[in-house]
Every structure is written in structure tokens, then in C-alpha cells.
């Protein structure tokens, strides 16, 4: 597990996540040339309030791979 620090919304805040989603999430950021932090409150803001962050992180990132 990886920690990575982000800001959200004006708020530090940390999030643990296996080094392979680490891994495709900044290959996506390349890709789409966002900033991991603006990927991870887009998440953030869109996930169900039953949810952790970690866990949606790693749904969109299959969900993505997926369309792909």
C-alpha cells in the first residue's frame, strides 16, 4: 500500500492504495492531462456517501480501463 497526500476541496487528506491503481492512476492523469488531485475530487464528489474514497478511487479506475 502506497499513501498518497492530495488535497481536496482546501482539506489534506491522505489515501491508501495499492502501487498498481497508484500506478494507473497517474497514467491516466498523463493521458487525460489533469492532475491526479482534480481525478481524485471528481471521484470525490461523485461517489455515494456509503462509500470510502480508496474504494471508489479503485471502481472508476476499472470502470475505465473497461470502456477502454
Known amino acids: 500500500m502506497i499513501k498518497l497526500s492530495v ?3 482546501g482539506h489534506q487528506t491522505s489515501i491508501s492504495l495499492e502501487k498498481e ?3 494507473a492512476l497517474r497514467d491516466i492523469a498523463v493521458k487525460e492531462k489533469q492532475s491526479i488531485a482534480s ?3 471528481h471521484i470525490d464528489d461523485n461517489r455515494s456517501p456509503d462509500s470510502n474514497l480508496s474504494s471508489a478511487i479503485r471502481i472508476w479506475i ?3 480501463y473497461q470502456k477502454a
Do not use: G, V, W
Open 7 to 9: 488535497s481536496l476541496s
Open 21 to 23: 491503481f497508484i500506478d
Open 39 to 41: 481525478i481524485i475530487e
Open 62 to 64: 476499472l470502470k475505465k
